[in-house]
Each structure stands twice: as structure tokens, then as C-alpha cells.
């Protein structure tokens, strides 16, 4: 009987049990009060559908699961969750263990700092507080996961798939968790992709802080796409290491810890950083387009109770690929209130300033100075310097409002010419002011960074007048208006009075793509050529500065001269690291172009000019110049006449910019007119430059088309002359020939040899010595007379008459020449003579009625009865009668035919 009631309480019981776990109102019960309580434990809100119960082993399963936080810092949503528990630790030691089996959930936190607020919900479980049973979790396994992390202050996303395991062994807790398709994205755009590795934590044991952990993991960085990144972590409760480096080893950050006590820690931070990295990180963009290498380590640091100490280096800092700095280093001190230390900069030029700096935590307080200890100068151009050693740099104020004042001295290397530049520079969180002076010259500019970085406005004047204003509106346009006038004097190229510059310069800019696209216009102004004596009315262009390859392209230039054009469809332009030019092309196009240069030359050119430059050579000048119109004021057969046209002497010392190799053709398409006192023709002119601007080399010739030599008498008209130059050859060769009848007397003048070393022939015919055909061509007669001084005197410079470049008249030629002109057509000339015994004083009046008819009077002043008449008519060159009247009184005539075989 009692055999049969156990059994029948058996069977009851395990009807009852069966009957319980299946029914719709104890699973819903049990449900409800387990969700309860875990609610009171970890302190939220929690719903699910329990769907599943069973009493052995005592296990209930939810499915819809979420949790979330009563201030809605977390949620957590499983698609299914298997509480699984104890019935003997329920019994024998009164606590509800939970082994928790998670499957497809998904976790979602605000990440505060270092704080992330789901934490809260797994210390609640680990630190469950006593009930009617104390609830502990046992372990906790999650399938199929996925973790959102999301801090807003910093607008930082982590997202994550996640597999994990918890679980509590005696007074321990280990967990693993395996990450993987993990991403840190920050403002929507992703900074780590492809993260993927395990994390290995222990807490507990002997001692109730000790923790113990192990991170192994793999990302890749957006900031540094050139190579992978690893981070392995190790805790062993007193000493740890951390350490994320780049595959190719170019960058890593290496960080020793040790904890001394419970409370107090000192770590050892190393690190080894691009300064592109940073940039990534830093707000504002600070170090936009800065390239160079951290160096960075701190020691001694110990926590809670800050004192620290240590340095960092910035080695080939760059902007643009630009050098600034070749080492910059500073090392500091640091302790609750205040950290401080020195600062040194190394130039590229081996330079150096030193300075000192300390910061105020409290008071957010910045102090910085920094002084220039090298002599050697900088050059900021090929005509500035700056002396290191009289910069002074000071820095004042906090994070938010810096206010820093700067002076130096730059020096005019030619002229010596002292300069003292002196400002302050105000930053704070949106924008910078710059405010400055250099001797009477001011400026100030205003630089916005916040939200988008570009240059407001720009103003350089004096106190009296404006030199440049600029003014943006946004980040991409701006608009400039450059004062020439006030400005052009202290311009390098126009300073030197090459170019008189007046009026304003309009410039319209438009950022686009890291490019600057700019036109400009000149407005009621010009630009005046001093040495070519025009002027340029207009101007007009349009260009693309590419900032990140160093090139500047100008398109569709055009300037409108007082009389003529000059174009240029397209010219580009390059600049290496120290901004200066790299390389050049600029194909310049002229259409009748006035030109009057050292008011010996009047011409009207037209042609192109092709002008390149690259780094590795010197600058060339290709082209074709034609000559349109042309008079020059200068002896055609002076050997100085090609160096004082292209050669150095041109240019006067302070106009020698560059010297550059050319390749030029010159032609003149209409004969260009040469006009001196003692010269006049037309030349045809084809020449070839070579060589070097300040030495040319000629190529070619000149010929003289017509033309005359002026005596005073009567000219030698040119019936032949050219000049031949030869690269192979400085001395031209020269052949000139030119003739002219004078008093029936056939005059050739012959001109051989070179410009250097000319050899010169004058002969007439009928045959006449040289004394006689100087007076010839002097005073018109042949005979001895008065003019016999004054032939001797030309014959001695005819060559520096012919060739040198001084054109005007030896001073007793000129006397003559402008007593004789009056009476152009009559001579005395006065002699002694003994002829047919009759001496005496004897006197002749020559008269020239026109070139074939003149007359002929002698008298002796002692014999009233003694007068000589003649009269002498040319008919032809061959013919030629005269009469006469002797001294005796006899009349008589003659008749001169000549012929030529």
C-alpha cells in the first residue's frame, strides 16, 4: 500500500511537473516574475515573450527580447534568449546562477570617453545585489551579434559582428570576444574598416581589482592607406604593454604600464608618428598639407597624481612639399598645475631659434617665446634676407584665444637696405587676424578656419595710399584690386624702371578642385616701356594656378599697346619646392609693335617669340621677328653697332634681369631706312641670333639696297654694300662700293676687309691723288688752293667718318661745311704764282650755275690787264666744251669727248 501511494505521488508529482511546464499560465508566470527580477538586478526596462519552459533542468526561453536603460543610453534586442539555471544551487545555496545563451541580438550604447554606458548592464549581472536569491551570472554566450558604439560629442561611430563568451569560474570572470567587420566611423565617414581580432579578459581572482586581458587585432587605417595596422595589448594585473604599429613599421605607438598600488600607476609611452596621421584627428584642420615624422616619449607619469616628463620631435616638417622646419623639438615637465619646458627649431638651412613655453591646466593659460640664435641669413629671395638672430616670437593666451607678436629684420642685399617687420597674430576658434608692419608700410589679413578655412581679407597700404585689397565673400571667390602706381616701385621686376606702371589691376578668383582660377583686367591705367617708348593701354587674362603640381597656366593674354598687340593663346609656368620657377613655356605672338629703344632705333615689329625654361637648363628664346618699318639713327658700318643692338652693353647694369640662349631670325619685310649726318640708305636685313643675350652670336646679312654717303660737296651715291656675319667669325666681313661724278672727274670709293680692320680705296678718273679728291668731294675743286689744309685733316679720320659710331662731322669739317653753305655754288681760292713771269698775288672766283654749267674767273691783284675767263658746259658724261678768255686777252675754245672701250 505505501509501495503503491509513492508511486502514486510520483506519478502526481511528475504529472504535475509535466503539466506545469506546459502550461500557458505558469510559463507566463514564471516568465514575468524571472524578467522582474532580472529588471530589479540590472536596473531597466526588459520585455520578452517567454516561449519555453522547462523544470528539469530548469530553463525558460524569451524570444523578442529588449532591454533598454531607463535613461536610453543602451538597448539591447535578442531575437532569442535561453535562461538556463540550477535546481541544486537554488536549494543547497540559495542563489539563482543564469547561463545565458544569446542568439542574433543586437547591442546598442552611448560611448562616453572611456566610459561605454552598456557597461552598466554586465556590472549590474556581475555585481547582482542581494534578493530573496542572490542572482549571479554564470556565463553568457552571444551568437550572431552585432555592437554599436556611438559617441556623440565626438560624432564617433564603432560598429562591429560579435561572438562571445562569459563565464564565472569560482571568483573569476573570463570572457572572449571575437570581433570582426568592425569599422570607426566619424561625421559618416569611416576611419578603421576591416578590423577583425579577439579580445581575452580576466577579472577577478585573489584579488578583487585584478584584471588580466589580451588583445590581438588587425585594421586598416583611412588616415595611413599605404600599409595595415596590428594591435596587441597584454595586462597581467601589475604590468602591461600595449602596442599598434603598421605593417611596413613606419609607424607605431608602444605604451608601458605598471601598477605600483591600488590606486597609483606610471606608464612609458613611446611613439613613432606621420604628421598626415594627426591631421586626420586634429580639428580645424591645423595641419592641413603638413608632411614630416613625430618623435615622441614620456616617462614618470603616475596616476592619479600627474608628473610627468619627457620630449617630442617633429623632423622635415613640410607644407606642400615646401620645407619649414628641419627639426623641431621640445621637452616638457608636467605635474597637476602646470606643465612647461624648452623648445628648439633647426631650418633647412641649418638655422636654429630656441625658446621656452609653459601652460597653466587651470587657467588654460598658454606663455611661449622663441628667439633666433644663427647669424647665417635666409634668403627669402635673390635680393632679401632675413637674420635669424633678430626674430622674436611670443605667444600669450589659452586654447581658445592665443595672442602672439612677432618682429625681424630683412635686409636688401645690393642696396643694403634695412627693413624691421613687426606685427601680432590673434587666433581663436573660428578665425585669425594678422596685423603688421614693414617700416611705413601696413598690413592686415583675416583668416577664417572654422567651418572651411579661407582668407577674408587682405589690405597692404601706407599710411597715405593703398596698395592691395582683397576681400572674399566665401571659401571660393574673392575679388582683389591691386594699386600699380603705389606698388610697381617696390616690385623687384618693376622697380628698376623697366616698366612705369599706373592704375588699378582687377583680379577675379574662383577656388575650385584645389585650383585657382583667375582673370584679371587692367583698369584705367598703363604700363609704360621707358627703354621701347610705348605704352600698354589694356590687359587681359586668364589663369589656373594647380597648387598640388606646382603649375600656373595662363590663357588667352592680351595686351593692347599705344600702337600694336601682343597675344599669348597659352603659356604654363612651374615652381619647385622653394618657389621659384621650375620650368616655362610662353609662346608670345606681336602684331606691329612700336619700339623705340635708345633713341637710335624707331621700328614697327611683328613675329612670335617662343620663351622655355627647365630646371635643368638655361633659359632659351626661340622665334621670328619681321620688321615691319624701321629707321635707325646709327652708322650701319660701326663695329659696335651689333653689341650695342643685342649685345651687354645694351642693357645698362641694373637691367640685366636673367641672360637666356636664343634662337632668333630677324627680316625686315619693308627696307629699313638708316638716317646719320653722314649716311643715308636703305638696308635689307636677314639675320640669325645665337648664343646668349648678353653675348649674341649673328648670323647672316645686311644689304644695302641704295643709298648715299653726304659730303659736303657733292655725296658718293652706294651702288653695292653688304655686311656678312658668321657665327665662326666676331669681326663681319664688308663690301662697299659707291661712286659719283664730280668736275668731269669719276670718284669710286671701295671698302673690303672686316668692320674691326677695313680696308679702304678712293680713286678717280681722270687720275687724281687722294689730297685731291678729299678737296674734291670737301670743296669742289681739285686745285691747290685753301682747301689744301683741310683735306688732310678728313683724310686722317675718313675711317672713324666711315666706321665709328660717332656720326657727327670732325669740328673743322662742320666750321666749313656751314660757312660754305651759303655760297654752296661759289669758291675763291687764293694762290701764289709765277706763271709766264707775272708774279704776284693771284685770286679765282669759281661759280657753279648747276651741275653740267659753271664759270671760272682768276685775276692777279699786281696786273689790272692779267684775267683768266673760263666757261665750262658738260653735254654728257663723255662731252664736254668750254671757252675761255687767257691772260693776254686771246679767246679760244675746246672741245673733250672721251671714249670708253
Not at 516574475?33 to 522547462?54: I, K, N, V
Not at 601589475?238 to 611596413?248: A, F, H, P, R, Y
Not at 601706407?462 to 572674399?472: D, F, G, Q
Request: aromatic share 8%.
Amino acid at each position: 500500500m505505501i509501495k503503491q501511494c509513492l508511486m502514486a505521488l510520483c506519478l502526481g508529482m511528475l504529472f504535475t511537473i509535466w503539466f506545469l511546464q506546459y502550461d500557458a499560465h505558469t510559463k507566463q508566470y514564471i516568465g514575468k516574475l524571472l524578467m522582474q527580477t532580472m529588471q530589479q538586478t540590472c536596473d531597466c526596462r526588459m520585455e520578452g515573450d517567454a516561449t519555453s519552459l522547462t523544470l528539469f533542468p530548469p530553463a525558460i526561453v524569451y524570444e523578442n527580447v529588449c532591454a533598454r536603460a531607463h535613461d536610453d543610453q543602451w538597448t539591447w534586442q535578442a531575437h532569442r534568449l535561453c535562461i538556463t539555471t540550477s535546481w541544486l544551487d537554488i536549494i543547497f545555496h540559495k542563489t539563482l546562477p543564469l547561463y545565458l545563451d544569446v542568439d542574433t541580438c543586437r547591442i546598442d550604447s552611448l560611448w562616453h570617453g572611456s566610459t561605454v554606458a552598456f557597461s552598466s548592464f554586465i556590472e549590474a549581472i556581475y555585481k547582482a545585489p542581494p534578493i530573496k536569491l542572490l542572482v549571479m551570472l554564470k556565463s553568457l554566450d552571444i551568437h550572431r551579434g552585432h555592437i554599436i558604439l556611438r559617441d556623440p560629442e565626438y560624432h564617433l561611430k564603432l560598429s562591429s559582428a560579435l561572438f562571445s563568451n562569459f563565464k564565472k569560474i569560482g571568483k573569476c570572470l573570463r570572457a572572449v570576444f571575437h570581433l570582426h567587420d568592425t569599422t570607426l566611423s566619424r561625421n559618416h565617414h569611416h576611419e578603421i574598416t576591416e578590423g577583425e581580432g579577439t579580445i581575452a579578459l580576466r577579472i577577478g581572482g585573489s584579488e578583487a581589482h585584478n584584471i588580466s586581458c589580451s588583445i590581438d587585432y588587425q585594421y586598416l587605417l583611412k588616415a595611413y592607406p599605404r600599409a595595415g595596422c596590428t594591435l596587441t595589448a597584454s595586462w597581467d594585473g601589475t604590468q602591461g604593454i600595449l602596442c599598434t604599429k603598421s605593417t611596413d613599421n613606419t609607424c607605431s605607438i608602444v605604451m608601458k604600464a605598471q601598477r605600483h598600488d591600488a590606486n597609483i600607476f606610471s606608464s612609458t609611452l613611446e611613439s613613432v608618428l606621420p604628421l598626415s596621421i594627426l591631421n586626420s584627428y586634429i580639428p580645424n584642420n591645423y595641419l592641413k598639407n603638413c608632411s614630416g615624422n613625430i618623435f615622441a616619449k614620456a616617462t614618470n607619469s603616475t596616476f592619479p597624481k600627474l608628473n610627468a616628463s619627457g620630449w617630442i620631435e617633429v623632423h622635415d616638417l613640410c607644407y606642400n612639399n615646401n620645407p619649414l622646419a628641419h627639426r623641431i623639438a621640445a621637452n616638457f615637465s608636467a605635474d597637476t598645475n602646470t606643465c612647461s619646458g624648452t623648445a628648439l627649431l633647426t631650418h633647412p638651412t641649418n638655422t636654429t631659434a630656441e625658446g621656452s613655453w609653459c601652460y597653466t591646466i587651470a587657467q588654460s593659460h598658454l606663455t611661449a617665446s622663441l628667439k633666433g640664435t644663427s647669424h647665417a641669413p635666409i634668403a627669402l629671395s635673390d635680393q632679401w634676407h632675413l637674420d635669424p638672430s633678430s626674430v622674436h616670437i611670443t605667444t600669450t593666451g589659452n586654447l581658445e584665444h592665443l595672442i602672439t607678436t612677432y618682429q625681424a629684420t630683412i635686409e636688401q642685399q645690393t642696396k643694403k637696405d634695412i627693413k624691421r617687420i613687426q606685427g601680432t597674430v590673434t587666433t581663436n576658434q573660428t578665425h585669425i587676424d594678422l596685423k603688421g608692419s614693414c617700416n611705413d608700410l601696413q598690413y592686415t589679413a583675416r583668416m577664417q578656419y572654422s567651418p572651411h578655412s579661407y582668407l577674408q581679407t587682405l589690405t597692404v597700404s601706407t599710411a597715405t595710399m593703398p596698395w592691395l585689397n582683397l576681400c572674399a565673400s566665401d571659401p571660393a571667390r574673392f575679388h582683389a584690386t591691386v594699386y600699380l602706381a603705389h606698388c610697381a616701385p617696390h616690385i623687384p621686376l618693376l622697380s628698376q624702371n623697366t616698366i612705369q606702371a599706373e592704375g588699378t589691376l582687377e583680379i577675379e578668383g574662383l577656388w575650385k578642385h584645389n585650383c585657382l582660377y583667375t582673370a584679371c583686367n587692367l583698369r584705367h591705367g598703363a604700363l609704360r616701356f621707358p627703354q621701347l617708348h610705348n605704352i600698354i593701354k589694356q590687359v587681359s587674362a586668364r589663369a589656373v594656378i594647380d597648387y598640388p603640381h606646382h603649375n600656373i597656366t595662363v590663357r588667352d593674354l592680351s595686351c593692347v599697346l599705344h600702337r600694336g598687340t601682343i597675344t599669348c593663346s597659352r603659356a604654363t609656368f612651374g615652381w619647385d619646392k622653394q618657389y621659384t620657377i621650375d620650368h616655362l613655356h610662353a609662346p608670345i605672338e606681336f602684331d606691329r609693335c612700336f619700339i623705340h629703344y635708345t633713341k637710335d632705333l624707331f621700328a614697327i615689329l611683328s613675329g612670335y617669340i617662343v620663351a622655355s625654361w627647365n630646371h635643368d637648363a638655361h633659359p632659351h628664346i626661340a622665334g621670328t621677328l619681321f620688321v615691319d618699318k624701321a629707321q635707325l639713327k646709327y652708322n650701319l658700318f660701326s663695329s659696335q653697332l651689333s653689341q650695342h643692338l643685342f649685345g651687354a652693353t645694351s642693357l645698362p647694369t641694373k637691367h640685366q634681369l636673367f641672360d637666356a640662349s636664343c634662337d632668333l631670325t630677324i627680316h625686315t619685310k619693308n627696307p629699313l631706312r638708316v638716317k646719320t649726318v653722314f649716311l643715308e640708305t636703305d638696308v635689307k636685313l636677314t639675320l640669325k641670333l645665337t648664343g646668349s643675350l648678353h653675348k649674341p652670336s649673328l648670323l647672316g646679312s645686311i644689304e644695302l639696297l641704295s643709298g648715299e654717303f653726304i659730303f659736303p660737296y657733292k655725296p658718293l651715291y652706294i651702288s653695292k654694300g653688304s655686311i656678312l656675319f658668321s657665327p665662326r667669325h666676331d669681326d663681319p666681313a664688308i663690301y662697299l662700293s659707291a661712286q659719283n661724278v664730280i668736275k668731269n672727274h669719276y670718284i669710286n670709293l671701295c671698302v673690303t676687309g672686316s668692320l674691326n680692320n677695313p680696308k679702304l680705296f678712293l680713286e678717280a678718273s681722270p687720275h687724281l691723288s687722294e689730297m685731291q679728291i678729299f678737296s674734291l668731294l670737301l670743296i669742289g675743286t681739285e686745285h691747290h688752293s685753301l682747301g689744301l689744309a683741310v683735306p688732310a685733316v678728313i683724310a686722317n679720320n675718313l675711317k672713324n667718318l666711315l666706321f665709328g659710331s660717332d656720326q657727327t662731322l670732325p669740328s673743322l669739317d662742320h666750321y666749313m661745311h656751314r660757312l660754305l653753305k651759303p655760297l654752296r655754288s661759289i669758291h675763291v681760292m687764293p694762290g701764289y704764282t709765277d706763271q709766264s713771269g707775272r708774279g704776284g698775288v693771284r685770286g679765282a672766283l669759281e661759280i657753279e650755275v648747276t651741275d653740267r654749267l659753271r664759270a671760272y674767273l682768276q685775276k692777279n691783284f699786281s696786273l689790272t690787264e692779267d684775267t683768266r675767263i673760263e666757261v665750262d658746259y658738260t653735254l654728257s658724261d663723255e662731252i664736254r666744251v668750254k671757252g675761255m678768255r687767257n691772260e693776254r686777252g686771246d679767246i679760244g675754245a675746246e672741245v673733250e669727248m672721251r671714249w670708253k672701250f
